[in-house]
Each structure stands twice: as structure tokens, then as C-alpha cells.
């Protein structure tokens, strides 16, 4: 079983930065590749970032020059860095573990940017 654990959403002004955090327990995570995802109201949920094993990223076009994923194997924990937030970036942002077939979801976090 595994375990992911947000943190670090909250309420910014547009143009602020963020870091949210996704400490992962009870798993491989180090094999692992780690997502975040994000939900808006209304909308389907998005991929946002994703860093694999060896540490490979690959980012959305809406978030690429703003956002910044990077892991720590040490501390089975892997991060977003959000600056120049926008209010479209307004959402519940999830971290998502996939190692082969095994999939799971954190409980989500929330961001929000004011104008």
C-alpha cells in the first residue's frame, strides 16, 4: 500500500510562487515515476508535470517556464515550484505515483491565485 501526502497549497496573488511537496510512503518510490496532476472547477484533470526514475521531466505547455518538478529519492518526496503564478493555475493540484501497473493518487491539495 501506498501512501502520497500533499502539502503546500494555499491562497497567493497572481505573479507569486508556490511549492507544493508529495511525501510518498510504503513504496519503491526511488523506481517510481511521479506525476502532478491538477482540477479545476468544471473542468478534467490535467497533467501538469511528471519526473521520472532517472529523473526525466516533462511539463504541459500552459505551465512550461513557470513550473519546476524535481524529486528527492532521499527523502521519498518529489515537488512542484510554481512562480508567476496565473489564476488560471487555480486548482486542486494531485500527486499521482505510477510504477508499471501500479497507480495511485494522493488526496489533493489546493491552490489559489488571486487577480
Known amino acids: 500500500q501506498v501512501q502520497l501526502v500533499e502539502s503546500g497549497g494555499g491562497l497567493v496573488q497572481a505573479g507569486g510562487s508556490l511549492r507544493l511537496s508529495c511525501a510518498a510512503s510504503?513504496?519503491?518510490?526511488?523506481?517510481?515515476?511521479m506525476d502532478w496532476y491538477r482540477q479545476a472547477p468544471g473542468k478534467e484533470r490535467e497533467l501538469v508535470a511528471a519526473i521520472t526514475s532517472g529523473g526525466s521531466t516533462n511539463y504541459a505547455d500552459s505551465v512550461k517556464g513557470r513550473f519546476t518538478i524535481s524529486r528527492d529519492n532521499a527523502k521519498n518526496t518529489v515537488y512542484l515550484q510554481m512562480n508567476s503564478l496565473k489564476p488560471e493555475d487555480t486548482a486542486v493540484y494531485y500527486c499521482?505515483?505510477?510504477?508499471?501497473?501500479?497507480?495511485?493518487w494522493g488526496q489533493g491539495t489546493q491552490v489559489t491565485v488571486s487577480s
Open positions: 499521482h505515483y505510477r510504477r508499471g501497473a501500479v497507480h495511485y
Open positions: 510504503g513504496t519503491s518510490f526511488r523506481s517510481a515515476t
